[in-house]
């Protein structure tokens, strides 16, 4: 019997580093015999098997505005991470193994489901700094193992949770080492991109959102400029690889702002014939330098370069730099370490991995800092280290930048090769054994729902939890020292709870809904297991089965 792998992904046609990754991944066990393979595309749509070639079973989780269920998924934004269809193509495909490598809050809620006892749980969190919060931790021990994009991640979560957790290996992201290749044109490159061929280049490729230091690396790169011999100086640019409009930095701003703003160049895409070219930052939409329609526009996520085109573009660099107060993996950096590119990075969370193993330059911590929204330690970069080692680079001869490269290049062959990170999967995936005699059981595991009439007055929370967790909790695999329980121990002392800005009553009656609520939930997945006729039909659960009536939603 095959084994059956549910890999639930951001979607495998989004070139995204968490889509590069689950696509390189899913290509691979798809072409297993060994091996029954599905995705569950928390941003796929109905009719993307056809339009992506897409060869396995195939899960979409998301609707169109004019689907009669739009206005629900738009209910919790957690719907976008696949929420409200989890379980039930948990109950369509029962996997063996549900496979994640994405976000802590993008995944958490599998760990809760009510059929979690019928599969084994693979995760792959970003841990990009640290501490990690406790609720995270507390779905990480939850899983049955453990995967990290880098060492600094593994070391991070081994630490917190006092080795406890089920570690398996380090399985960074690797690079198509036949895409991303040193190309000896590059001065033709510089040409096509209508870049000086000449031209030095320190380039960044970073998604525009707060964590990325853009205004910190403009200023950084006006300090480089002053301490250039002026002829040097007048053939290097900035080139930032990035999108705008997104949810992060105003361009408009920061290059308004700058005295070397028209030494700070852009990727454009034109949307009229397809050229693509660096130019100083002309907003978001502005004239194409070959067809001259003003069609071109950065290029973002959802419309990003091909990978041949991409490679073309940090070609052109001559060092690539990443600056960013933390990150969970920093994908381009391993790229731009295969095209043969100097890296500099920071010597912070995952961008440690990248100085050990690639040996790329390390620029100094300058400031450490709590993060309000996520409680982590984040940090500044050493302005001053910066601007040193930048400089330095940019003031040796090419042979010795080259040279330089040819080891990078060499480093990212050795660390960073897709055919060893697959096959580092597949060894766990085949020791772990199938749950499919347990997904087949025909007697229905039923609890009954918790008698408030029948539970004593208890001023101590503890005791009432505990009494619980005997009668019925354990049954639900909470554990009693779950983040869940201790939390619910801990507003029933205080009697209240605060969310959203909001303060309201947190009562016994509260914490015994919140069970009996947990147990409907394993009731009816019970119910629906061993008798799946009673499921209500589903479009997208008919599309991933091949059934022809499935709207087009």
């Given at each position: 019997m095959k084994k059956k792998i549910l890999v639930c992904s951001e979607a495998t046609k989004i070139p995204s580093g968490f889509g590069v990754y689950n696509?390189?991944?899913?290509?691979?066990?798809?072409?297993?015999?060994?091996?029954?393979?599905?995705?569950?595309?928390?941003?796929?749509?109905?009719?993307?098997?056809?339009?992506?070639?897409?060869?396995?079973?195939?899960?979409?989780?998301?609707?169109?505005?004019?689907?009669?269920?739009?206005?629900?998924?738009?209910?919790?934004?957690?719907?976008?991470?696949?929420?409200w269809r989890f379980d039930r193509v948990l109950l369509d495909f029962k996997p063996d193994i549900v496979i994640d490598i994405r976000d802590y809050w993008m995944s958490y809620f599998q760990g809760n489901?009510?059929?979690?006892?019928?599969?084994?749980?693979?995760?792959?969190?970003?841990?990009?700094?640290?501490?990690?919060?406790?609720?995270?931790?507390?779905?990480?021990?939850?899983?049955?193992?453990?995967?990290?994009?880098?060492?600094?991640?593994?070391?991070?979560?081994?630490?917190?949770?006092?080795?406890?957790?089920?570690?398996?290996?380090?399985?960074?992201?690797?690079?198509?080492?036949n895409e991303f290749k040193?190309?000896?044109?590059?001065?033709?490159?510089?040409?096509?991109?209508?870049?000086?061929?000449?031209?030095?280049?320190?380039?960044?490729?970073?998604?525009?959102?707060?964590?990325?230091?853009?205004?910190?690396?403009?200023?950084?790169?006006?300090?480089?400029?002053?301490?250039?011999?002026?002829?040097?100086?007048?053939?290097?640019?900035?080139?930032?690889?990035?999108?705008?409009?997104?949810?992060?930095?105003?361009?408009?701003?920061?290059?308004?702002?700058?005295?070397?703003?028209?030494?700070?160049?852009?990727?454009?895409?034109?949307?009229?014939?397809?050229?693509v070219f660096a130019s100083p930052f002309g907003d978001?939409?502005?004239?194409?330098?070959?067809?001259?329609?003003?069609?071109?526009?950065?290029?973002?996520?959802?419309?990003?370069?091909?990978?041949?085109?991409?490679?073309?573009?940090?070609n052109a660099f001559s060092i690539y730099i990443q600056y960013a107060i933390c990150e969970g993996f920093g994908m381009p950096q391993i790229e731009a370490a295969a095209c043969g590119v100097p890296v500099?990075?920071?010597?912070?969370?995952?961008?440690?991995?990248?100085?050990?193993?690639?040996?790329?330059?390390?620029?100094?911590?300058?400031?450490?800092?709590?993060?309000?929204?996520?409680?982590?330690?984040?940090?500044?970069?050493?302005?001053?280290?910066?601007?040193?080692?930048?400089?330095?680079?940019?003031?040796?001869?090419n042979v010795m930048r080259n040279k330089i490269g040819l080891k990078t290049r060499e480093l990212a062959e050795q660390h960073y090769n897709w055919e060893n990170i697959i096959q580092t999967w597949i060894k766990y995936i085949d020791e772990t054994p199938s749950t499919q005699e347990m997904w087949n059981s025909k007697t229905p595991l039923l609890l009954e729902k918790i008698d408030k009439s029948k539970i004593p007055n208890h001023n101590n929370a503890y005791e009432l939890a505990y009494i619980l967790y005997q009668t019925h909790l354990q049954k639900l695999n909470i554990n009693i020292d779950s983040y869940w329980l201790l939390r619910s121990v801990q507003l029933l002392q205080k009697g209240f709870v605060f969310e959203r800005n909001e303060t309201r009553p947190f009562t016994i009656d509260n914490f015994i809904d919140t069970i009996n609520g947990i147990i409907d939930n394993h009731n009816v997945a019970e119910m629906a297991r061993v008798n799946p006729s009673i499921l209500v039909e589903e479009d997208y659960i008919n599309y991933a089965n091949g059934i022809k009536n499935a709207s087009k939603n």
């Open positions: 696509k390189r991944l899913l290509e691979a066990l798809h072409k297993n015999p060994n091996y029954e393979v599905a995705e569950f595309a928390t941003y796929g749509f109905i009719g993307d098997k056809e339009q992506f070639n897409i060869p396995w079973k195939y899960y979409p989780n998301a609707v169109q505005k004019d689907h009669p269920k739009f206005n629900e998924h738009n209910s919790s934004p957690e719907n976008q991470f696949g929420r489901s009510p059929l979690r006892r019928y599969f084994k749980w693979f995760l792959m969190p970003t841990v990009d700094s640290s501490p990690q919060k406790e609720e995270w931790l507390d779905t990480y021990l939850n899983a049955d193992l453990v995967f990290t994009y880098s060492d600094w991640g593994r070391e991070v979560l081994a630490k917190q949770t006092s080795n406890t957790i089920k570690f398996a290996e380090t399985v960074s992201p690797g690079v198509n080492l040193i190309e000896n044109n590059k001065e033709d490159i510089k040409r096509a991109l209508a870049l000086d061929p000449e031209a030095i280049v320190l380039g960044t490729i970073m998604r525009n959102q707060k964590r990325k230091l853009y205004p910190e690396l403009i200023r950084a790169f006006e300090k480089i400029i002053d301490r250039l011999d002026p002829k040097i100086a007048e053939k290097t640019i900035l080139y930032l690889h990035t999108s705008y409009p997104d949810a992060g930095w105003d361009f408009i701003d920061l290059i308004k702002n700058s005295k070397v703003g028209n030494k700070i160049y852009f990727t454009y895409v034109c949307k009229n014939c397809g050229a978001s939409l502005q004239p194409c330098y070959k067809c001259g329609q003003k069609a071109a526009m950065m290029p973002n996520v959802s419309n990003g370069l091909d990978t041949s085109v991409l490679a073309k573009v940090i500099v990075t920071v010597d912070y969370s995952a961008m440690i991995d990248v100085i050990n193993k690639l040996e790329a330059t390390s620029i100094k911590v300058g400031s450490y800092f709590k993060e309000l929204e996520t409680s982590a330690i984040r940090v500044y970069p050493c302005e001053t280290d910066t601007i040193n080692k930048i400089v330095d680079l940019i003031n040796i001869p």
